[in-house]
Every structure is written in C-alpha cells, then in structure tokens.
C-alpha cells in the first residue's frame, strides 16, 4: 500500500491535468510579481494566457544559474520580504552564491516532500533517524530534518563534524536509519567496520545524495552495513533534498511531479529529448512561492521513463545521474565522467571506491592520472603482485573510458575523506 497513493499513482491525464492547473496559476503570478521574468516573456511576445498547460511549456524562457547571480541577492523572489521565513544559500566554486528564500508553505511543502522519501524508504514513527548531512546554508541537513520530523520519526540533528561520536550514538541509540552522502556513508562504515562494531548496528535503511554515486557503490554500502539505500535527489534552487528519490525496486528516481514538471533537453540544442534519452534535466516548479522558477536547467545528466514502476507508482522516473555536464571532463577530445571511474574501480575487487583523478597538461597533450586506495597487503608483498594490480586497474579503466590512464596505487586512508559532497577531480589546467 502507498501512503501517499492519491498524488503518486494518478493516470497521466489526471497528472497532466493537475499540472497545467497548477502552471497556468503560477505563470500569471510569476508575470506579475518578478519583473525579471516579465521582461523575458515580453522579449519572447509571451502573455500569461498563452500558457494554456503543460504542452507550452516550451514557450517558456529558460532559467540558468547566471540569471540567478545576475539578480542576486532577492531578484527573484516573488513575495515580499515579510512573507519568507527562511533562506538558504549554495556556494558553488565561482562567483556570488545563490540564493533562494522559503514561503511558510514553501517550507510546509519541502517537508512534506522529504517525507515522503522517507515512506518510500520504509522509515515509520518508530525509526530513529541520524541526519548527518551539514546544518545552515546547505539544504541537506535542515531538509532532511523537518521530513523526517514531520513523518513523525525520531531525529538525532547530528550535521557533520565528529564521526565518532555519530558512531557511538547510533550504537548507544539503537540508531535505525541515517541520511548522508554516499561517500560520507562509506567512511562511516568503514571506521564501524575498523572498531570492530558491525554487529552492534541496528541500521535498516539509509537516505543517500548530494551527489553522484553508482549501483555498485550502493551495494558496497548495503553489503558493508547489512542496510537498504535509497537515492535521494535534489538542489537548492528548486527545494533542496526531496525533487525525486528512488524506491526499493531502484528503477530510477521517481519526480514528485505534482510539484516539479521535468523535462529532459538536448544541452546543445535545447530541443527535447525523446523518452529514454540521456540529456539535461530541466524543471519547473508549479507549488512555489517565495523563488518560482521556469524551466530551470540543473545540468544534471539524466533520461526520463513514464512507465509505471513496479511499485505501482505512475510518476515519472529519471535515471541515475551520469554527472552535470559542467563536471564532466574533456580528455584528448573524449568526455569522461567520474562516475563512469566509480563503476569501473568497484568492478576491481581489491580496490574501494576512495580514488581521486588529477588531470594535467604535458606538452599539449592531456594526462588523466587515477589515485585509487587498495588494501594494505599490497604494499607489503611483492612489488610484483602491485605491479600488476595497477595493470589490472589501468586495462579496466582504459576499457570504461576508451583513453589510456596512469594509475597509482596508493596506501588506505591516503585520499581525503569528506563528510559532505566528495571531492573526486583535480583539473591542474584550468589551474595555469
Ligand atoms: O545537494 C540537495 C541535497 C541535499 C540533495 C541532500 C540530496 C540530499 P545543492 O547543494 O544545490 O543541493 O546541489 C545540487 O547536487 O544539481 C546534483 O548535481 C547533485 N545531486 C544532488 N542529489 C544527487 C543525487 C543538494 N541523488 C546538485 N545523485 C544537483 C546525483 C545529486 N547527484
């Protein structure tokens, strides 16, 4: 049974219908409160009314990161000040960060989004749930708190920062789910494995994003922590944690649609993509109120399924992330993306999913150098043996990519851990 059956396995039609509802409501009030977009409409010779449904969603402007920087800090918004209650902010490696503000309903919507995820996952009012994704400006921790308050489980606001101290709470409180990244899961485990602890663990289930990661690394979390984990998606400029997230049958990321349209767009040409296709995720928020946005472009790799999961879902499904396009590197003209190294290096037995891929310029051509950590044994044993380990991993990752790779094999624990968004490139050419 779906708690949530009503909004998550309607007919298409009644999806559809609900979502051109909900647009043409939200274009009228965008037109009219956010002169950035008013502009862009009257650019384009776009009224409100010719946004009927969801089939003129293409007549809509696009938005990208720029036109939020570009109106920074609030020009976005479309309530006044007095009627947001919250702002979070991201980063990001260049420029000004951007920023997006919450309505009261905003929030109430996030919320009921998370828990939602959290449902799907199997957590109840009886889990206890570590939230250990970070607490202030980023999205993950405060998001993944108020869902699973909301749902009605037990939450332990752990954020980032002491590892061992999450370990001994999680045993001491008979701790049931967590929800972190997945890189930050697999340093948890492997400090639990380390203690010796494993079987003083009550985890079931765990809330994995922020980041790209792969089937393979998913059973490498499940198999080490005897646990189930669930894909979690989202970004700041749309909600944060809980746009889409996976159920247990893993087909892809269902979208909550009732509140998010997704399409899916040739990146180069804007044209859409046919169903099936991998191209760049696109979304339109139709419930927002304090930063509404159209037809945002996450450049997040993805392809889209409208069939009915197994679950018995009707919600559109998106692929496993392959990578944003703005991560994606250009190697001797080939594109190569870390999540493609990810899959191949847990194909390898004696490695773990701790590498980190340097990419520099020696005289005009481009070298792609692969850290991978290996157990401890090998550099212990005969220089043979590692010698051909890094054959091994150079001929598995030179087949995933299709260019030739310099591996080195390195000690454990030598590659930096991180507790939020792994760090996985260091691109020394755009460092000259
Ligand atoms: O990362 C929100 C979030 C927090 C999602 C906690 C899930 C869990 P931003 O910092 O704005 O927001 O970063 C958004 O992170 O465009 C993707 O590139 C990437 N991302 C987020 N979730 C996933 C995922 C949060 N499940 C950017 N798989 C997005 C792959 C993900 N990439």
């Not at 570590?130 to 999205?139: C, D, I, N, P, R």
């Not at 999680?170 to 494995?193: G, K, N, R």
């Not at 944060?240 to 049958?249: M, N, Q, S, T």
């Not at 998010?260 to 979304?283: A, D, M, Q, R, S």
């Amino acid at each position: 049974m779906i708690w949530n059956e009503a909004k998550e396995c309607m007919s298409r039609d009644e999806m559809t219908n609900l979502q051109s509802a909900r647009l043409r409501k939200m274009v009228n009030r965008v037109y009219h409160s956010v002169e950035h977009y008013r502009r862009k409409m009257q650019q384009m010779g776009i009224e409100p009314g010719d946004i009927k449904g969801v089939e003129d969603l293409g007549k809509l402007p696009f938005t990208t990161k720029s036109d939020l920087r570009d109106t920074y800090p609030f020009g976005l918004f479309a309530v006044p000040q007095s009627e947001i209650v919250r702002i979070h902010a991201s980063s990001g490696t260049t420029g000004k960060a951007t920023v997006v503000g919450y309505t009261r309903k905003d929030i109430e919507i996030w919320q009921e989004c998370v828990t939602r995820v959290l449902a799907m996952a199997g957590i109840g009012i009886n889990d206890k749930i570590q939230v250990a994704y970070g607490y202030g400006l980023f999205t993950g921790g405060l998001g993944l708190h108020y869902g699973a308050e909301n749902l009605g489980a037990t939450v332990v606001p752990m954020s980032t920062g002491n590892t061992q101290r999450l370990i001994t709470m999680m045993e001491d409180f008979e701790v049931t789910a967590i929800a972190c990244t997945p890189s930050y899961l697999l340093h948890i485990a492997e400090t639990i494995q380390e203690a010796g602890k494993l079987d003083k663990i009550r985890l079931k289930a765990a809330i994995c994003g922020a980041e790209p990661w792969t089937d393979n690394m998913r059973n490498e979390i499940e198999d080490k922590l005897h646990l189930k984990a669930y894909d979690i998606y989202g970004l700041s400029e749309i909600l944060g944690p809980g746009v889409a997230a996976d159920c247990e049958y893993h087909k892809g990321l269902h979208v909550y649609e009732d509140h998010f349209i997704p399409e899916i767009i040739n990146p180069e040409t804007l044209e859409p993509c046919k169903e099936g296709e991998t191209g760049e995720l696109v979304f339109t928020t139709i419930t927002k109120e304090g930063i509404p946005l159209f037809r945002y472009r996450t450049r997040d790799l993805t392809s889209i399924s409208y069939d009915k999961c197994e679950c018995g879902r009707t919600l559109a499904r998106i692929s496993r992330f392959k990578g944003r396009s703005d991560d994606m590197l250009i190697i001797r003209g080939v594109n190569v993306f870390p999540s493609q190294v990810e899959a191949a290096l847990l194909e390898v037995a004696e490695t773990s999913p701790h590498y980190m891929m340097i990419v520099d310029r020696v005289n005009n051509l481009d070298i792609l150098e692969v850290q991978v950590e290996v157990e401890e044994r090998f550099f212990s044993d005969e220089i043979r043996e590692l010698e051909m380990l890094t054959k091994k991993i150079s001929h598995v990752l030179q087949s995933a990519l299709g260019i030739s790779v310099k591996v080195t094999l390195v000690e454990p624990k030598t590659i930096a851990r991180s507790e939020g968004k792994a760090k996985r490139v260091i691109d020394k050419r755009k460092l000259v």
